[in-house]
């Protein structure tokens, strides 16, 4: 079956500092691939998306590239703030039988120090 | 603008007492519905979704429950709530048009402590 699997946490930063957080998949389809994140006590949202294979999602300064040959949408960010401090979800829709099914990963915690 | 709300925000229930916690959205016509459980510190469980009024897929067996009343409602019960079912509670929405339905929409979420 579809899985995500990205790095655990928590990943600790100083202020301006580079981000990665890694992201792997396993998908028998082509799934598009997301990036949300959850700051404290909120919901999720979606921070980017990339629907085949060598597209970019970006957002807010965040990047992440759909690779397929590796299976992974790594999420990168040149210069952190204490702002980008919260939870990210990598994630997968792929259709199925049902529809579309969303396979989140377990999240990473970021925190950026100033 | 589409919009959802939950509510309630915060609930603080005892063992054996039943719940219920409900999602609505705005703005968009025939929304797949989804309800998922974020146990603190872990990642999303998918417990139900829905693609039209009274249907309902469980992805979880549990004392958990869920109803879909009208296009733009969502409603997660139970009839004894038990230790291991606080959590936060997340509903989301995705487009039910072909081709606009993979990007999930989330609502604020419903703390819940049973004690």
């Known amino acids: 079956g579809n899985s995500v699997t990205q790095m655990e946490g928590p990943v600790t930063l100083s202020e301006e500092a580079f981000l990665t957080i890694n992201c792997t998949y396993t998908?028998?389809?082509?799934?598009?691939l997301f990036w949300y994140v959850q700051y404290p006590g909120e919901g999720l949202q979606l921070l980017l998306k990339a629907t085949k294979a060598d597209d970019k999602g970006s957002n807010k300064g965040f990047e992440a590239t759909y690779r397929k040959e590796t299976t992974s949408f790594h999420l990168e960010k040149g210069s952190v703030q204490v702002s980008d401090s919260a939870v990210y979800f990598c994630a997968l829709s792929d259709l199925g039988s049902g529809g579309f099914k969303t396979i989140f990963g377990a999240g990473t915690r970021l925190f950026v120090k100033a | 603008s589409q919009t959802i709300h939950q509510w309630p925000a915060t609930l603080v229930q005892p063992v054996g007492s039943p719940l219920s916690l409900e999602c609505t959205v705005e703005?968009?016509?025939?929304?797949?519905l989804y309800w998922y459980r974020q146990a603190a510190g872990r990642g999303l469980q998918l417990l139900f979704y829905?693609?039209?009024?009274?249907?309902i897929s469980s992805e979880v067996p549990q004392n958990l429950s869920a109803s879909r009343p009208q296009d733009r409602q969502f409603i997660l019960s139970s009839k004894k709530l038990l230790l291991s079912d606080s959590g936060f509670y997340l509903c989301?929405?995705?487009?039910?048009?072909?081709?606009?339905?993979?990007?999930?929409?989330f609502g604020p979420g419903t703390r819940l402590l049973v004690l």
């Open positions: 998908a028998t389809g082509y799934p598009s």
């Open positions: 703005g968009t016509s025939n929304p797949n």
């Open positions: 989301a929405w995705t487009d039910g048009v072909a081709g606009n339905q993979e990007t999930q929409y």
């Open positions: 829905s693609v039209g009024i009274g249907q």
